[in-house]
């Protein structure tokens, strides 16, 4: 049996000695997302990384195997090194056993300390934000448009990215008796030190689906016609910071190996008092079409083309944006589709046009 193998290195990565450094700068995994813009992968010296994706595996009769694993000749070449290290080989042997769950075992991401929320400020501090460190948030198109069963509403996906140089980082601090939380951005320069802060709105104890706080209009999703006038505004305007995903991580000063990355890191629960959310710059937070009040009810709206505006820190004319960035001119993004209706069934289906070289699998009847 011969078997090339595809790979990401930033995968299950462990030190292999002890001289070894003790963190890689070496993203943790690859991105998912298709309309990733930037990335980088590598394995830190005296580190290693598993070339198998977890729960990949091999179908092999019993008996007994020579297995040889060789790093590809191209490979070999372009980083010089030596036929001694490019190949290895490991006798196999395959035989039934009874399962042993105590002998499982699953690779888990290091658990890197998290971000501990800083003590509650005065209302009055200030903080300038200059050109070095300074987040800038964006949105990536529209993905994975669909109708509902029904097809009475239009789910989609959403990626707010940071493309700044620096984290956008807002911490909580509970009311007394309250049920929401006073919101302070907090900024930093090049090097990560803190440089001040300000007080940019409320988080919100979000139930539903979601069970954790929301930071206040952080982004706005509107359904536009074919002028850009407004068809359709979804309600959901609250959202929890967590690097979902990497967007960029050629960005200046990109993180490339950021905390809080899943939402039981910094969402926080019915008891918090503090919180941190953040989002690191070269990452994104992306919110699926299932999500309580993200879809748009199309109900009647005629057939014909639209556009799905995803927009982050919107500019509210009465309170004006509630983050503080770098640039502003970037935050929104706009993704072409079409409503139509089966004039033999009478269902309705919708397409998105395509964005680049980005060839989305989506049903053009749901």
Known sequence: MDRSVR????????????????????????PWNSYTLGSGMGIESGWSTSMFEEGKSFRLPKGRYDVAATISPRYVELFGISSAESSTSTRLIV?????????????????DPA???????????????????????RSLPAFDV??????????????????????MVVDGFRTAGGDH??????????????????????????????????????????????DLSLAVRSTKASFCLANTDAVDYTVPNADWRPENTDLSSDCGGSNSLSLRQV????????????????AFRIGNLPDGD?????????????????????DYANNDSLRKITIG????????????????????RMPRFY
């Not at 790979?7 to 690859?30: I, M």
């Not at 989002?279 to 993200?294: A, F, V």
């Open 7 to 30: 790979s990401c290195l930033n995968g299950a990565s462990q030190r292999v000695h002890p001289d070894a450094p003790a963190r890689s700068p070496y993203p943790w995994g690859c």
């Open 279 to 294: 989002l690191s710059n070269g990452s994104g937070d992306t919110y699926h079409q299932y999500r309580t009040g993200q």
């Open 115 to 137: 971000l501990r929320p800083a003590p509650r400020p005065s209302v009055a501090a200030q903080g300038a934000l200059g050109p070095d460190g300074a987040p800038d948030l």
């Open 341 to 360: 209706t089966n004039q033999r069934t009478g269902e309705r289906w919708v397409t998105a046009e395509q964005v680049g070289i980005v060839k989305e």
């Open 146 to 167: 669909t109708l509902n069963p029904r097809g009475t509403a239009i789910r989609f996906a959403a990626t707010v990215w940071n493309g700044g140089s620096g984290p």
């Open 181 to 226: 939380m006073d919101a302070f951005q907090y900024f930093f320069d090049a090097d990560g030190n803190q440089t001040g802060y300000e007080r940019v709105g409320a988080f919100h104890f979000h139930e539903g689906n979601h069970q954790h706080w929301h930071f206040e209009d952080f982004a706005r999703y509107r359904l536009l016609n074919a």
């Open 95 to 111: 035989r039934e056993e009874e399962f042993d769950e105590g002998r499982a075992h699953r690779s888990a991401r290091p658990s």
């Open 306 to 326: 639209y556009y799905i505006s995803v927009e982050a820190n919107p500019d509210d004319s009465r309170d004006g944006r509630n983050l503080v960035e770098g």
